[in-house]
């Protein structure tokens, strides 16, 4: 193969930071995501590996054993993941799941649970909010929590929840005050801490759904589960706001992720143009070949600008929902336009699974649906940014 120059983004000024993470991922070439995608399993050595280096609590403060990074960083972090053709979904589920115990729990949840979240002894990375009959209707939710003595009993339906077979906590999200007693649907919504360990087999069972790409999906069943009133996060009825905080969050280091692929497709599709030859010529001289390529790159660069904004403010403890949701969609859009020119690119060999473009296509197919649809932002952005009448 001939050498490339890198596909580079704009200069952010962590080049550590990011130099840290590649010296990890390189460890962990295509041959081995390709493998777990094949088999449906679980990326157990990478994660292994992003723990003792101590990159699975970036979010933690130090003073509870974690790297005390910013959000921004974090972000960075996703985005090499991907870049290098791993999968970062095992890393943001815990970083912003943990992130919600960080901001809203207790002091003693946090030094209960985060030294423990930061050594690797406890994984987080599963959380409960989607239903069959819900969906992206958070607040219609119907799996509910009523309070008997110290304790809550939880009776419901969950669909969508993921790596709950290599997590050992959950945090869930139920109606504990009826949907026709509260004066906003949002309000009546808790956050819990469940302890997987204890929970599955006595009132929880999990039954695994397949799916498109390797990402250990579940149901959930709740009939008379038991969670101790200790394991509330923050206030009772308030879950719904701790919520959102959290789906900001989520949002920023998802366009990281989506930044990575972006990147990660458009220099395989560079490398690859500069090398295919047909007609006895390189098909990167062709501007079919050339154009799309090139406007991918600009998408996905500005997507990284909206990308530091969103984290900048939510970093800094302001208000960030227009941001967060335009970074995500932006992201999203960029890397799946990126997409689609690395299979144009490569034609028919971007099928096969020996070169990877198949498997990275289904990966960041989903985040035009997840955590939140694009249509579903745009109604946001119509809504609360430019002061349109409501349309759902």
Known sequence: MTSAKPVVGVGDGHQELRTRIRAVCQRFPDRYWRELDTQRAYPDAFVAAMTDNGLMGALIPKEYGGLGLSLTETSIMLEEVNRSGGNAGTLHAQMY???????????????????????????LQAFGVTEPDAGTETTRITTTGRRAGDHYIIDGHKIYISRVQHSDLM??????????????????????????SQAIGHGLE?????????????????????????????EVGKGFR???????????????????????????????AKERVVFDRPI??????????????????????MRFR?????????????????????????????????????????????????????ETRLYQVAPISTNLILSYVAEHVLGLPRSY
């Not at 949907?179 to 309000?187: A, F, N, Y």
């Not at 990167?284 to 997507?303: C, D, K, M, R, Y």
Request: glycine share 8%.
């Open 97 to 123: 799941t943990m992130a919600t115990i960080l901001r809203h729990g207790s002091e003693e949840q946090k030094r209960k649970y985060l030294p423990k979240i930061a050594s690797g002894e406890l994984r």
């Open 171 to 196: 945090v869930l999200l139920v109606r504990t005050t009826p949907l026709e007693d509260v004066q906003r649907r949002s309000d009546g919504l808790s956050l819990f801490i469940v302890d997987l």
């Open 206 to 234: 999990v039954k695994p759904i397949r799916v498109m790409f390797n990402n250990e999906t579940n149901e959930l069943f709740f009939d008379n589960l038991p969670v101790p009133e200790e394991n509330l996060i923050g």
């Open 242 to 272: 701790y919520l959102l905080d959290g789906l900001n969050a989520e949002r920023i280091l998802i366009a990281g992720e989506c930044i990575g692929d972006g990147r990660w497709f458009i220099q395989r599709a560079v490398n690859r």
């Open 284 to 305: 990167g001289q062709n501007q079919g070949i050339q154009f799309p390529l090139a406007l991918s790159h600009t998408h996905v660069e500005a997507a990284d600008l």
């Open 310 to 362: 969103a984290a900048e403010l939510f970093d800094a403890g302001k208000p960030c929902g227009p941001e967060a949701n335009m970074a995500k969609l932006l992201a999203a859009d960029a890397s799946w336009e990126a997409a689609n020119a690395a299979v144009q690119t490569f034609g028919g060999y971007a099928f096969a699974s020996e070169y990877d473009i198949e498997r990275k296509f289904r």
